[in-house]
T-cell receptor, first 115, second 115 residues
Framework: DGGITQSPKYLFRKEGQNVTLSCEQN?????MYWYRQDPGQGLRLIYY???????QKGDIAEGYSVSREKKESFPLTVTSAQKNPTAFYLC??????????????FGPGTRLTVL | AQSVTQLGSHVSVSEGALVLLRCNYS??????LFWYVQYPNQGLQLLLK??????LVKGINGFEAEFKKSETSFHLTKPSAHMSDAAEYFC?????????????FGTGTQLKVEL
């Protein structure tokens, strides 16, 4: 089955620690995205990538880093510089193919809690 | 920059009643609009999308939305609510960027369906 997988589903971290969230897709999509979701705030874009070895900051990139070494993988690192990292993190992908309106497909999410 | 406003963070309806979830957008160019649904602790699933052509768009699970350019609206409706419709709904607009297809989301509307 094609889709997006995120792991782990739940993640606990101590303050001051970096943590990496995994996102893998087997849809052969060009673009991948990371969003952060907080209650009452909708989804906010952290980083996105259109092609391998290239990515752009979204609206709330501070305290986060990403890499795109393979087309199917787009891991997100939450660093100790992120002031309030407790949130639900969603990964998505889309097939650009020159179309503006290609839908984004979402993974099941990772809930990160800082203890 | 484009933006989306969803009026009403919480909407409650009786089972069998009409569902109406409101979405207004701002855009300097013809928009591409989406409605997504999210069940608790899950990712987002596309309900429907408007690109060009017919302004009344039908989606999954009996939902539909009408694009009204004069009102800058894209409200989501369903004639008869079912208990399984209880979820959070997000409206989004697509934006062209140098990095690809970027979605801007509203803050979401939590739909509650009562017996």
């Amino acid at each position: 089955d094609g889709g997006i997988t995120q792991s782990p589903k739940y993640l606990f971290r101590k303050e001051g620690q970096n943590v990496t969230l995994s996102c893998e897709q087997n849809l052969n999509h060009d673009a991948m995205y990371w969003y952060r979701q907080d209650p009452g705030q909708g989804l906010r874009l952290i980083y996105y990538s259109q092609i391998v070895n290239d990515f752009q900051k979204g609206d709330i990139a501070e305290g986060y880093s990403v890499s795109r070494e393979k087309k199917e993988s787009f891991p997100l690192t939450v660093t100790s510089a992120q002031k309030n990292p407790t949130a639900f993190y969603l990964c998505a992908s889309s097939n650009l193919a020159g179309d503006l309106y290609n839908e984004q497909f979402f993974g099941p999410g990772t809930r990160l809690t800082v203890l | 920059a484009q933006s989306v406003t969803q009026l009403g963070s919480h909407v409650s309806v009786s089972e069998g009643a009409l569902v109406l979830l409101r979405c207004n957008y701002s855009s300097s160019v013809p928009p591409y609009l989406f409605w997504y649904v999210q069940y608790p602790n899950q990712g987002l699933q596309l309900l429907l999308k408007y690109t060009t052509g017919a302004t009344l768009v039908k989606g999954i699970n009996g939902f539909e939305a009408e694009f009204k350019k004069s009102e800058t609206s894209f409200h989501l409706t369903k004639p008869s609510a079912h208990m399984s419709d209880a979820a959070e709904y997000f409206c989004a607009v697509s934006e062209v960027t140098g990095g690809g297809n970027k979605l801007t989301f509203g803050t979401g509307t939590q739909l509650k369906v009562e017996l």
